[in-house]
């Protein structure tokens, strides 16, 4: 991971041992760039197995990636205990995704009791060059780790 900031060392461990286990992640080729409170930066290096038939990166490598870091910062606003699923997410796919790397930046809007709202973004970087080619919205709900009660 590159960059972290204000977590404390069990959230952030919590996150990156989440991370690790996610197959998906892995097999894609994926890692955490940066990781706040509120929010998570993930990128994907390009690789022609991510593809679909016109060389840009694929849809669905991109919605994978921004569900991920949104729910990744969703985890930062809660505790080392606790976890997340996705209840819902949309992607508006805005340009072709071609570039270097594929980057996921996700921002939390509402952390609640029980659920969490997103905003996803994604980015290609290519030759030094930023654009933006997905937006979307994404809730998430906590999964609270009872083992300590019962």
Request: with cysteine.
């Amino acid at each position: 991971m590159a960059k972290s900031g204000d977590l404390d060392a069990d959230l952030t461990r919590h996150i990156t041992d989440s991370f690790s286990r996610q197959g998906l992640m892995t097999h894609l080729g994926a890692s955490i760039a940066e990781l706040r409170r509120g929010f998570c930066a993930l990128h994907l290096p390009y690789r022609a197995e991510l593809t679909q038939q016109h060389g840009y990166f694929h849809a669905g490598a991109t919605s994978a990636l921004v569900d991920t870091a949104g729910g990744y910062a969703g985890m930062s606003t809660y505790s080392a205990r606790d976890s997340v699923l996705t209840v819902d997410f949309t992607v508006n796919l805005l340009a072709p995704a071609i570039g270097d790397v594929l980057v996921a930046e996700a921002t939390v809007i509402k952390s609640g009791r029980t659920l969490t709202v997103c905003r996803l973004e994604g980015f290609t970087v290519n030759a030094g060059s930023r654009t933006h080619v997905a937006t979307g919205r994404q809730t998430l709900i906590r999964l609270i780790d009872t083992a300590d009660t019962e």
